[in-house]
């Protein structure tokens, strides 16, 4: 497998091995599939693991199969979802997030920090969810004042490598913060060929994910490329139940399209979702959402084939799926 640089994490897989799959977020699976999801991502070349405590039993997992010793050159990744806690609070809410998750992983370190909440310029109001503002998204003020420092603190004391923050929230929030100084190790941005976040975007600015990447490469951050078949709208069928009104949904049947230009081509379109993602400039490594042998499989596969050819970017780029899904 191809490895690239992920800033202060040195050479790591151009895969990542998500933990929302693994830990049985993401459709379904069993403990034993999960596990052996887990081995087999290592033994395919595999090295880094992006974990969070919201991916339900990922982290005991990892505590489990490694018994806190995790192979030579493996690296592990760890989240908080802050939102925007009362002033002088997000220290001590980080630094309790980050133990508890060491001690379900049975580690002493995780190689990056992620801040895994939105961020919101202070007063901005979401379309969607604005009553739950303060449970999913950090203000930049917070952010920048509390959030920053503590992250810093925690990697002066060797607890974490290298912090990041999820680049899902508000554009014109993300954007600055990655010019800030101190700014972000790292990154995590949706790569896909909707550009989009489905169910999890709240706001009605346009996303702009290829502007945050490009941004986070000017600026020196290392990104990580999330949600490559958005939640399963560009696989072949979705593997969980949906309402019918879920942004997930419309984003299903939105890429109809390429379903049809996949089968044209003879070809999976899970596969080529990951192929086009792995094809996107400014992701240095695609994180996969994979829950059992067969998907992680196909990834792997996907990733071995290389990048799709100019043509067929073309062809997909032609279907006008990623300016729908932007407004």
């Known amino acids: 497998m191809k490895s690239v640089t992920l800033g202060p994490l040195g050479q790591v897989s151009r895969l990542t091995l998500g933990g929302g799959g693994i830990g049985q977020l993401w459709g379904e699976t069993t403990c034993d599939e ?5 081995t087999g991502a290592l033994d395919a070349g595999i090295d880094l693991l992006d974990t969070a405590p919201m991916y ?9 199969t490694f018994g806190g010793r995790l192979p030579a050159g493996v690296k592990i990744t760890t989240k908080c979802g802050l939102g925007t806690p009362p002033p002088g609070e997000a220290a001590r809410r980080l630094t309790a997030s980050l133990e508890a998750s060491l001690a379900m992983m049975r580690l002493e370190r995780v190689d990056v920090f992620f801040l895994h909440s939105n961020l919101h310029a202070d007063g901005y109001a979401y379309a969607h969810g604005n009553d739950r503002l303060d449970a999913m998204s950090t203000s930049l003020s917070i952010y920048r004042d509390e ?18 923050i999820t680049g899902i929230g508000v554009p014109s929030a993300v954007l600055p913060a990655l010019a800030d100084t101190p700014k972000p190790d790292v990154v995590q941005v949706i790569s896909n060929l909707l550009d989009s976040a489905g169910a999890l975007r709240r706001f009605a ?3 702009r994910p290829r502007d945050i990447a490009a941004a986070a490469k000017a600026a020196g951050v290392s990104v990580m490329g999330i949600r490559a078949v958005q ?20 984003d299903f049947t939105r890429a109809g399209p390429f379903r049809e230009l996949c089968a044209q081509w003879g070809e999976d379109p899970a596969a080529i979702a ?12 695609l994180v996969l959402g994979v829950k059992n042998r067969h998907e992680l499989a196909q990834c792997v596969g996907a990733e071995a084939e290389g ?3 100019p043509a067929q970017m073309a062809a997909i780029d032609g279907l006008g799926l990623a300016a729908a899904a932007a407004t």
């Open 34 to 38: 999960a596990l052996a999801t887990l």
């Open 56 to 64: 339900l039993n990922c982290e005991a997992f990892i505590g489990q």
């Open 147 to 164: 959030v920053v420092p503590a992250f810093e603190a925690l990697k002066a004391q060797g607890r974490i490598g290298a912090w990041g």
């Open 205 to 207: 600015e346009p996303a």
């Open 231 to 250: 939640a399963g709208a560009l696989t072949a069928a979705v593997d969980r139940t949906l309402s019918p009104n879920s942004p997930d949904r419309a």
């Open 274 to 285: 990951h192929r086009y993602a792995l094809s996107m400039p400014n992701i240095d490594t």
């Open 307 to 309: 990048p799709l050819d």
